[in-house]
């Protein structure tokens, strides 16, 4: 999903697709919902009780969205929960730091024209 | 209640799973669940696995989805031997490894190739698209030139010196594609070796059992049965395939 709104018309310098744009969303949107209703539950964490790996592995994930402008945790309440409670385990520090750079992605120089040209197949091979 | 197994052995998963508790001599019930027919979007598997897939697991109140952590379930539960899951760290991160590899690396393009292949033409009543196919071949091709080019020409098995759950796994996932006439293996000599010693370990009667039925052509009378759900499942198989 981050792929799609924000790396992708960095690197192919045009804009997704509104169509391409709602499908994904609506993908992410149902992944969501899975994570709320099958994994998260009544728990506070996706696994149990107690932060696990499955948290980490979830939450880095979902941070992609996020840094691209997609609010998902804005509409959800029960995962914006989840992400307090498992920022305070982690640290906050510690998660911000991770976080920086994918946070700071609409600031990154413009790519090298010849990466670009080099990347560009394998990129839209991704949208597929 | 003994262990229930929710599979279809049309799955490369359910035939791993089905083929590892049959080899182990774990007890359980077979619940089969019928995805052609569109078994798992009913109600009455939601309660099973709201994710709406197979496998899956019930062993009393305990309810468990996805085909690696069933496997593993499986393995320490019933205390498979450990050239299944090492338990030396490093073999054991191999196996692992792969298992995490496999899931968007193997599975996905080899299943991709079978539902083109298969399942799609069975529920639309048309025939095999061949561009479509042969773009589906070209994305399992990586896949294949590293296991067949780089894993297989340092060992014989695909994680350890031994089969484990990885030769498992890529068996059943590479035998889609192989079982309805695209014979992946017929360009990797390697690979092709390794499937003949797969087969052997796992021996060649349990091998056929669990590959019966998606060796077999399909019935074009099933999917008339009902076309309404035929016609749901091809908007989504071609959704998948896009």
Same mark, same amino acid.
């Given at each position: 999903m981050?792929?799609k709104?924000?790396?992708?018309?960095?690197?192919? $310098?045009?804009?997704?697709?509104?169509?391409?744009?709602?499908?994904t969303?609506?993908?992410l949107?149902?992944?969501?919902?899975?994570?709320?209703?099958?994994?998260?539950?009544?728990?506070? /964490?996706?696994? $149990?009780?107690?932060?696990?790996?499955?948290? &980490?592995?979830?939450?880095?994930?979902l941070m992609h969205?996020v840094?691209?402008?997609c609010?998902?945790?804005?509409?959800?309440?029960?995962?914006?929960?989840?992400r307090?409670?498992?920022?305070?385990?982690?640290?906050?520090?510690?998660?911000?730091?991770?976080?920086?750079?994918?946070?700071?992605v609409? *600031?990154?120089?413009?790519?090298?024209?010849?990466?670009k040209?080099?990347?560009?197949?394998?990129?839209?091979?991704?949208?597929? | 209640m003994?262990l229930?197994l929710?599979?279809?052995?049309?799955s490369?998963?359910?035939?791993?799973?089905?083929?590892?508790?049959?080899?182990?001599g774990?007890?359980f019930?077979?619940?089969?669940?019928?995805?052609?027919? $569109?078994?798992?979007l009913?109600?009455? /598997? &939601?309660k099973?696995?709201?994710?709406?897939?197979?496998p899956?697991l019930? *062993? $009393?109140?305990f309810?468990?989805?996805?085909?690696?952590?069933?496997?593993?379930?499986?393995?320490?539960?019933?205390?498979?031997?450990?050239?299944?899951?090492?338990?030396?760290?490093?073999?054991?991160?191999r196996?692992?490894?792969?298992?995490?590899?496999?899931?968007?690396?193997?599975?996905?393009?080899?299943s991709?190739v079978y539902?083109?292949?298969?399942l799609?033409?069975h529920l639309?009543g048309?025939p095999?698209?061949?561009?479509?196919?042969?773009?589906?071949?070209g994305?399992l091709?990586?896949?294949?030139?590293? &296991?067949?080019?780089?894993?297989?020409?340092?060992?014989? /098995?695909l994680?350890?010196?031994q089969?484990?759950?990885? *030769?498992?796994?890529?068996?059943?996932?590479?035998?889609?594609?192989?079982?309805?006439?695209c014979?992946?293996?017929q360009?990797?000599?390697?690979? +092709?070796?390794?499937?003949?010693?797969?087969?052997? +370990?796992?021996?060649?009667?349990l091998?056929q059992d669990?590959?019966? &039925?998606?060796?077999?052509p399909?019935?074009?009378?099933?999917?008339?049965?009902?076309?309404?759900?035929?016609?749901?499942?091809?908007?989504?198989?071609?959704?998948?395939?896009?």
């Amino acid at each position: 999903m981050w792929q799609k709104q924000m790396m992708f018309p960095v690197f192919l $310098g045009e804009q997704v697709p509104p169509e391409t744009l709602a499908s994904t969303l609506a993908e992410l949107d149902r992944c969501l919902q899975l994570l709320e209703d099958k994994f998260l539950k009544d728990q506070d /964490f996706v696994a $149990g009780p107690h932060i696990s790996v499955a948290d &980490l592995v979830a939450i880095t994930e979902l941070m992609h969205p996020v840094s691209a402008g997609c609010q998902v945790f804005k509409s959800r309440p029960k995962l914006a929960a989840w992400r307090q409670r498992v920022e305070a385990e982690v640290g906050k520090d510690l998660f911000q730091e991770a976080h920086a750079a994918v946070m700071k992605v609409e *600031d990154l120089p413009p790519a090298d024209p010849a990466i670009k040209e080099k990347l560009k197949p394998s990129v839209q091979c991704l949208l597929q | 209640m003994p262990l229930e197994l929710f599979l279809d052995l049309y799955s490369p998963p359910c035939r791993a799973i089905y083929i590892f508790a049959r080899k182990n001599g774990i007890p359980f019930e077979l619940r089969p669940v019928d995805l052609g027919r $569109g078994e798992h979007l009913k109600p009455e /598997f &939601l309660k099973v696995n709201p994710l709406r897939k197979l496998p899956a697991l019930k *062993d $009393g109140d305990f309810l468990l989805a996805e085909s690696v952590a069933i496997l593993l379930y499986l393995s320490h539960k019933y205390q498979a031997a450990t050239h299944w899951y090492p338990t030396e760290l490093q073999a054991r991160a191999r196996v692992d490894e792969y298992l995490a590899w496999q899931h968007t690396a193997v599975q996905v393009p080899a299943s991709n190739v079978y539902l083109c292949k298969s399942l799609l033409p069975h529920l639309s009543g048309q025939p095999v698209d061949p561009v479509q196919l042969d773009r589906l071949l070209g994305k399992l091709k990586p896949a294949l030139q590293h &296991l067949d080019g780089e894993v297989l020409a340092a060992k014989p /098995f695909l994680a350890t010196e031994q089969l484990s759950l990885a *030769d498992l796994m890529a068996f059943t996932e590479l035998m889609q594609p192989t079982a309805v006439g695209c014979d992946i293996f017929q360009d990797w000599p390697r690979l +092709a070796a390794w499937r003949a010693r797969v087969e052997a +370990a796992l021996g060649p009667e349990l091998v056929q059992d669990a590959h019966r &039925l998606v060796l077999q052509p399909r019935d074009p009378r099933d999917a008339q049965r009902d076309p309404k759900l035929a016609q749901e499942l091809v908007q989504r198989l071609l959704e998948r395939l896009s």
